[in-house]
Structures are given as C-alpha cells and as structure tokens.
Nanobody, 114 residues
Framework: VQLQASGGGLVQAGGSLRLSCAAS????????MDWYRQAPGKARELVAS???????NYADAAKGRFTTSRDNAKNTVYLQMNSLKLEDTGVYYC?????????WGQGTLVTVSS
C-alpha cells in the first residue's frame, strides 16, 4: 500500500491550492484519511480529518479556509486550501488508516509568499 500526495507549490498569500492524496495497492478498507503539516522548525500537526463516512474535523487554524473531502471510489482525499497565509507554509502529509494500519504519504511542500 502506498499514499501519493500531490498539488503543493508556491502561492501568494490570499491564494488557493488543492492537494490530493491517492492510496494504491491491495486495499480492503480505509478508515480515516487525514492531512497533517509540518512548518519549518515545528512539530507535525493535524490540519484536517475525514472519516470513511465523510465526517470532517479541522484544526482551528484551518476552519473556514480549508475543506477536506474524499472520493472513496478513487481512494483519494483532497484538501482545498483558500485564503492562504504565510503561516500555512510547510510540508503537508496525508495519513490514512488502511487495512487496519496507518500509512503516511511522502509529503508535498506548500510555500506561501507575501
């Protein structure tokens, strides 16, 4: 099983990006699919989470600006990020509980410039 994240890049403050993370391999079931980020010099933190049923949860810093969604048929989770701020800069990782164990994607870099 692998998780492949994509969609990061350089964006100006106030702009938007959409991240994707696709799971592949021999998959029997996926529970939570989450997005984490790690800013330079800081610990990794949870940004958004979505259950298999589509319920979502967000960190306070993401509420009102970020939206996570998933396509269960494609084993893919998305993170739509709007009104990006300088402090959103970091490496974004997806994490998914697949076949009763947790997997991490490789991370995708988001850089927000002024």
């Amino acid at each position: 099983v692998q998780l492949q994240a994509s969609g990061g890049g350089l964006v100006q403050a106030g702009g938007s990006l959409r991240l994707s993370c696709a799971a592949s391999g021999r998959i029997f079931g996926i529970n939570n699919m989450d997005w984490y980020r790690q800013a330079p010099g800081k610990a990794r933190e949870l940004v958004a989470s979505t259950t298999a049923g589509g319920s979502t949860n967000y960190a306070d810093a993401a509420k009102g600006r970020f939206t996570t969604s998933r396509d269960n048929a494609k084993n893919t989770v998305y993170l739509q990020m709007n009104s990006l701020k300088l402090e959103d800069t970091g490496v974004y990782y997806c994490n998914a509980y697949i076949n009763r164990r947790a997997y991490w994607g490789q991370g995708t870099l988001v850089t927000v410039s002024s």
